[in-house]
């Protein structure tokens, strides 16, 4: 190490302490002091208490494949991206494409639900990075091991977005993309406004998203890891990643929040 890049990283070291001082770091989640080991900088931006992880990161085994909860009795935590990761019984057999993986912090209850509605508010771009921290924490290995090479959040329809100002699964990308090394980019597009998927009954919401995705030149030949804030259905996550593999993408993984848990899963 030079004498240069030594100051450098001694002046930022400085730079922080002296911030943390006037500002004692919070937790991006609840406002709550961290612990003194979370206080290292973390990759995603966001500092998350024990209690929040606790309680947001605590979630049961689920099938890579689909995050369907799988039965309390497989003792097994997703782990393992090579081959031999658990699956559903409907997803064991049958083929992964277009959608190849999915995972989720966990289930769509009451306290991810009001984390999830923090992102959307003006001031949620924290909450989103923190989310984005539990995430990528929690399933570290899977997303590394599935060589995601660009992170592209489910796009919202430009009417939508201009009326909200903001997209959490804009926010979610960019910091899921941060905590992984990896770009992300805004590389699909709705080509109509859809429905919002929550108002329909769920057998009406593959029909409302078929085909309102389109893919940019951006996601050819690329390993995709789509982000959104919630799924229920899976129908948008599905109608997203069939448009990124007509786009030419070489393979598309997803991340979620919070997966609405149907009675059929458990
Ligand atoms: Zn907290
Ligand atoms: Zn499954």
């Given at each position: 190490?030079?004498?240069?890049?030594?100051f450098?990283?001694?002046?930022?070291?400085?730079?922080?302490?002296?911030?943390d001082?006037?500002?004692?770091?919070?937790?991006?989640?609840?406002?709550?002091?961290p612990?003194?080991?979370d206080?290292?900088?973390?990759a995603?931006?966001?500092?998350?208490?024990?209690a929040c992880?606790?309680?947001?990161?605590?979630?049961?085994?689920?099938?890579?494949?689909?995050?369907?909860?799988?039965?309390?009795?497989?003792?097994?935590?997703?782990?393992?991206a090579?081959?031999?990761?658990?699956?559903?019984d409907?997803?064991?057999?049958?083929?992964?494409?277009?959608?190849e993986?999915?995972?989720?912090?966990?289930?769509?209850?009451?306290?991810?639900r009001?984390?999830?509605?923090?992102?959307?508010?003006?001031?949620?771009?924290?909450?989103?990075?923190?989310?984005?921290?539990?995430?990528?924490?929690?399933?570290?290995?899977?997303?590394?091991?599935?060589?995601?090479?660009l992170?592209?959040?489910?796009?919202?329809?430009w009417?939508?977005?201009c009326?909200?100002?903001?997209s959490?699964?804009?926010?979610?990308?960019?910091?899921?993309?941060?905590?992984?090394?990896?770009?992300?980019a805004?590389?699909?597009r709705?080509r109509?406004?859809?429905?919002?998927?929550?108002?329909?009954?769920?057998?009406?919401?593959?029909a409302?998203?078929?085909?309102?995705?389109?893919?940019?030149?951006?996601?050819?030949g690329?390993?995709?890891l789509?982000?959104?804030?919630?799924?229920?259905?899976?129908?948008?996550?599905?109608?997203?990643?069939?448009?990124a593999?007509?786009?030419?993408?070489?393979?598309?993984?997803?991340?979620?929040?919070a997966?609405?848990d149907?009675?059929?899963?458990?």
């Amino acid at each position: 190490m030079t004498w240069i890049e030594t100051f450098r990283r001694g002046a930022s070291g400085w730079a922080r302490h002296g911030l943390d001082l006037l500002y004692p770091p919070r937790c991006s989640l609840c406002d709550a002091e961290p612990t003194p080991c979370d206080r290292s900088a973390p990759a995603s931006g966001a500092r998350v208490c024990d209690a929040c992880r606790r309680l947001l990161s605590g979630d049961r085994p689920r099938c890579i494949r689909c995050a369907a909860p799988l039965p309390d009795t497989l003792d097994a935590d997703p782990v393992d991206a090579v081959g031999v990761s658990p699956r559903c019984d409907r997803c064991a057999h049958r083929a992964g494409r277009p959608l190849e993986g999915l995972v989720v912090l966990g289930a769509y209850d009451a306290s991810l639900r009001e984390q999830v509605l923090r992102t959307k508010r003006p001031a949620g771009r924290l909450v989103a990075a923190g989310l984005a921290r539990l995430l990528v924490d929690r399933h570290r290995d899977v997303l590394h091991g599935w060589a995601v090479d660009l992170v592209v959040p489910v796009p919202m329809h430009w009417l939508r977005r201009c009326r909200r100002g903001t997209s959490a699964a804009d926010e979610l990308a960019r910091w899921i993309g941060a905590g992984l090394g990896v770009p992300w980019a805004a590389a699909l597009r709705r080509r109509r406004a859809t429905r919002m998927q929550n108002e329909l009954p769920w057998e009406d919401r593959r029909a409302n998203v078929h085909g309102a995705f389109r893919a940019g030149r951006r996601v050819a030949g690329r390993r995709l890891l789509l982000v959104d804030d919630v799924t229920t259905t899976g129908s948008t996550l599905l109608a997203s990643a069939t448009a990124a593999t007509a786009g030419g993408a070489a393979a598309v993984y997803a991340a979620v929040v919070a997966r609405a848990d149907r009675d059929e899963d458990s």
